[in-house]
C-alpha cells in the first residue's frame, strides 16, 4: 500500500505541475501563433497549418479556408505554415512555388514584399506583449490592485537604510526621481539596483527630506534559481490603514498593463546586461522543467488569478526571446528581412541555409543548458 500510495502522489504532483504548466503555456503560444496568422491572413497569404505542439497530430480540424487547426503530441510551442513555406522556419519551398499558378503564388508567403513579411513575422511577439498588456490591465479593471502604503515601520539596524538615517515611520515618495506608490514599487526599484547609490526622497514629521541609500546585495534562493537582488533592510508597515484598494478606470488599466508590461521587459533586458557582464548568475535561466514547476506552485498558491498573471510574465518573455535576432526565431527572420531591404535583394539561398542551421544550434544548445539548469535546480529541491 506504501508503494501505491507513493505512486498515487507523484503521479498527482505530476498532473499538479503538468496541467497548469500547458494551460499557461497553451495560452501564450496560441496568442503567438494567432498574430502571426490574422496578419498573414490580413496580407491575402493562404495558412495551410495552424499547430500547436509539434510532431503527430493528435487532433484537428480543416477550416473552409483550408487551413488545418491541429494539436500536435509534443506541446512545447507550435507554428503557423503559410503557403509557400517549406517546413515551420519559414524556409521557401522552391518546388511547390514551381507547381503554383500565379494566383496562388500571389497568396504565397514569399511573393509577399519585405514589409509585408516583416509586418507577419512581428505579429507574433507584439501579439504576447498585447496579451500581457490585456492581462494586466483587464484583472487591474476587473480586481483593482491591493496598494500598501510605502511606510517604513522598521528598519534592520545592520542594514542600507539604517546606515543612510532612514527611521520607522518616513513615508517613501521617490526613489532617483521615479515615484514611489507603494511598497512594492519600491522592492521593484531597489531589488534591481544593488550596490548603486540611490537617491531617496521621504516624508518624516511634515517634512520632505532625501538621503543617499546604497543597497545591500543579497543572493536569494526562489523557485526559479538563485536570485542576487538590493535589499536596504526596511520592513513594511503592518498597519492596516496602509492598506487600500486602487481601483482603474478604462484608460487607467491600459496605463497600468503597459507598465507592468514594460516594467517585465526592463527587468529581462537588465538582467541579460548584468549576465553579459557577469554580475549575474546563469541559475535563473529556465527552460520547460521548472517553468511548469513554477506554474504548478502558483496554481496551488495563487489559484486562477495568479497563473493567468504568470501567463502574462510567460508571455513577454516569449517575445522577447523571440525577437533575439538569431535564425530560426522571429528576430532572426526580420534581421535577413533588414539585410535584404538594405540590398535590394534578399540574401542567397546558400547563405539562408547556413544562417538557419547555425540559428538551430544555438537554440538546441541552450534549451539543453537550460534542461540542465532545470535538472540540476530539482535535484537540488529533493
Known amino acids: 500500500m506504501d508503494i501505491i500510495g507513493s505512486v498515487w502522489h507523484a503521479g498527482g504532483s505530476l498532473l499538479g505541475y503538468l496541467v497548469p504548466f500547458l494551460f499557461v503555456l497553451t495560452i501564450v503560444v496560441f496568442v503567438h501563433e494567432l498574430g502571426h496568422f490574422l496578419v498573414g491572413r490580413w496580407c491575402g497569404v493562404d495558412v ?37 513555406d517549406a517546413d515551420a522556419s519559414s524556409a521557401t519551398d ?6 503554383m499558378t500565379r494566383e496562388q503564388r500571389e497568396r504565397s508567403f514569399p511573393a509577399q514584399s519585405v514589409a509585408e513579411r516583416s509586418a507577419i513575422v512581428a505579429a507574433g511577439p507584439i501579439a504576447n506583449f498585447l496579451l500581457a498588456i490585456a492581462i494586466f490591465a483587464g484583472t487591474a479593471f476587473i480586481f483593482g490592485k491591493p496598494v500598501l502604503a510605502p511606510r517604513v515601520d522598521q528598519v534592520v539596524a545592520t542594514g542600507a537604510a539604517a546606515r543612510a538615517g532612514l527611521q520607522a515611520g518616513d513615508l517613501i515618495l521617490q526613489i532617483d526621481g521615479r515615484p514611489v506608490a507603494s511598497f512594492g514599487d519600491m522592492q521593484r526599484i531597489i531589488s534591481v539596483r544593488p550596490e548603486e547609490p540611490l537617491a531617496v526622497t521621504f516624508e518624516r514629521g511634515g517634512e520632505t527630506r532625501q538621503v543617499t541609500v546604497t543597497p545591500d546585495l543579497v543572493e536569494t ?19 492596516p490603514q496602509d492598506w487600500s484598494t486602487q481601483h482603474y478606470g478604462v484608460v487607467g488599466s491600459l496605463k497600468l498593463g503597459v507598465s507592468e508590461t514594460w516594467f517585465v521587459v ?3 533586458y537588465d538582467y541579460i546586461a548584468k549576465l553579459v557582464r557577469g554580475k549575474e548568475s546563469t541559475d535563473q535561466l529556465s527552460g520547460p522543467i521548472r517553468i511548469a514547476q513554477v506554474s504548478g506552485v502558483v496554481a496551488s498558491n495563487g489559484g486562477l488569478l495568479a497563473l493567468i498573471n ?4 510567460l508571455s513577454v518573455s516569449i517575445g522577447l526571446m523571440n525577437l533575439l535576432p538569431v535564425p530560426m526565431l522571429d528576430g532572426g527572420h526580420l534581421m535577413f528581412y533588414a539585410v535584404e531591404a538594405v540590398r535590394g535583394k534578399p540574401l542567397s539561398e546558400r547563405a539562408q541555409e547556413l544562417g538557419f542551421r547555425m540559428g538551430l544550434g544555438l537554440v538546441l544548445m541552450l534549451m539543453l543548458f537550460v534542461t540542465w539548469n532545470d535538472i540540476v535546480h530539482v535535484r537540488s529541491l529533493l
Open 48 to 84: 495551410t497549418t495552424f499547430s500547436i505542439g509539434f510532431g503527430r497530430e493528435l487532433f484537428g480540424f480543416t477550416d473552409r479556408h483550408g487551413t488545418r487547426w491541429r494539436f500536435a503530441l509534443i506541446p512545447l510551442g507550435g507554428y503557423v505554415k503559410f503557403s509557400g
Open 94 to 99: 522552391h518546388e511547390s512555388m514551381a507547381g
Open 310 to 313: 504568470l501567463a502574462a510574465i
Open 221 to 239: 534562493a526562489t523557485a526559479l534559481g538563485k536570485q542576487r537582488l538590493g535589499i536596504i533592510g526596511v520592513q513594511a508597515s503592518s498597519r
Open 266 to 268: 526592463e527587468r529581462t
